[in-house]
């Protein structure tokens, strides 16, 4: 049995527009707001359609690939009957096993989706206040008035407005014979980290260390987009910005050696590039004060210059630009709700996941879970044992001080009890694991999935 309660969905993007259909599929009357098409509304500074479910940026979902990250997420998605994806399918273009699509046919296919659907009516205005039976899907470019509201209601300090996010690398490809554990005078956090320290630390010689800024300084830039001149101060200065204004600038901020010896020659070394703990089993690591604009091979090249992580594996690049999102852990309840009014919910790019494809998988588990609520049940999440499991695990467990936007990555999911060496193998395993789990968790709760044909079954 499903209510007729009216439902108003807000932002006619990815997780909207997936959420909208979710839920009118499960036979809820939906009510799909997006300003962009408004009378008098200016859109946001990156869309430049009025269509629903528009790609701002690159035209790719990623690997289709169960046995990368952006691959598996995908196949779940697909297990729980993904709109977006369908058709994401019905809009693809040649670019191997990347799931790249030619935007215009993308977005007019979800309009169409949209539009024809008996419940659901898209009405363009641009919504001001928090729906009491509803999901927020407004995304990274959330307008103005509605971001002062969610403020108010959750505190000006659970929204940023940008990202400036650092590098995250897998722990097992750091060369922990050169990198040491260790806080900084032996004691910052030590309570936190317990005994063997919250830092591991990356420690330079002066030519190593020279080296590395020069590359840094040489190193291709992405350009922002004209409306993303944020104004930088402490805490999200680039690090190549940081570079550039001096050899020594880094090495006096967040490179300083001071308090720390390197076990090796008991000396303090020149400089030392500090790695943060990301998440419990210390499986992800943070370039800490990395935050950064150079293009991913760049990254790639510069950070392996930095002893110990010769062979890095990155589950995240750096990155900075306008992304409006909340401080999940600390703000929202587990399946992404405002904590003191559970059918309120909260899905995409503002959640703290980042990318086309992680946006939309919190549509579905949005409509999944509002629907349930509607019907008197508990919400539910897959395990974290499923990549979207762990992409909402990593969203209420993550620590709120050092909150960042996410995505999927093998970094996130829970270890496999007996791991295989060979990497290519253990991704198998963790792929063929997630499939199986999400299949028995749907049998558990009764989870069905939309068919194509949007039968569910
Ligand atoms: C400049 C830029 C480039 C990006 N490039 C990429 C990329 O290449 N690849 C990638 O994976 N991700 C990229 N991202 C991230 C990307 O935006 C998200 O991954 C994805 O679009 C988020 O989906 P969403 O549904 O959360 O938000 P969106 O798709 O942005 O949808 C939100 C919708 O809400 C509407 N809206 C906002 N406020 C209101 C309101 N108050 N009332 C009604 N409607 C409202 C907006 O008009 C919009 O249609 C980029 C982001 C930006 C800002």
Known sequence: MTTRTEIHVIGGGLAGSEAAFQLAERGHRVVLHEMRGAPGNQGTPAHRTESLAELVCSNTFKSTDATNAHGLLKAEMRALGSVILECADAARIPAGTALAVDRDIFSA???ARILAHPNITVVRDEITALPEVGIIATGPLTSDGLAASIASRLGAKSLAFYDAIAPVISSESIDTSIAFRAARWGKETMAEAGPEGAYLNCPMTKEEYDAFIAAMVEADLYHSHEFEDIPYFEGCMPVEEMARRGAETLRHGPMRPVGLRDPRSGKRPWAVLQLRQEDRAGRMWNLVGCQTRMRYPEQTKVFRLVPGLGNAEFLRFGSIHRNSYLNAPQALSPHLSLKDSETTLFAGQITGVEGYTE???????????????????????????????????????????????????FGLLEELADPPRDKALKRERYAERALQELASWRQEYGVVSLSPSGASV
Do not use: C, K
Request: charged fraction near 15%; charge should be positive.
């Open 109 to 111: 296919a979800v309009q």
């Open 359 to 409: 946006s939309t998988a919190t549509g579905i588990m949005a409509g999944i879970n509002l629907d349930r609520l509607l019907r008197g049940e508990r919400p539910v999440l897959p395990p974290p044992t499923t990549m979207l499991g762990a992409l909402y695990r990593h969203l209420r467990e993550a620590d709120p001080a050092h909150f960042q936007p996410m995505n999927a990555n």
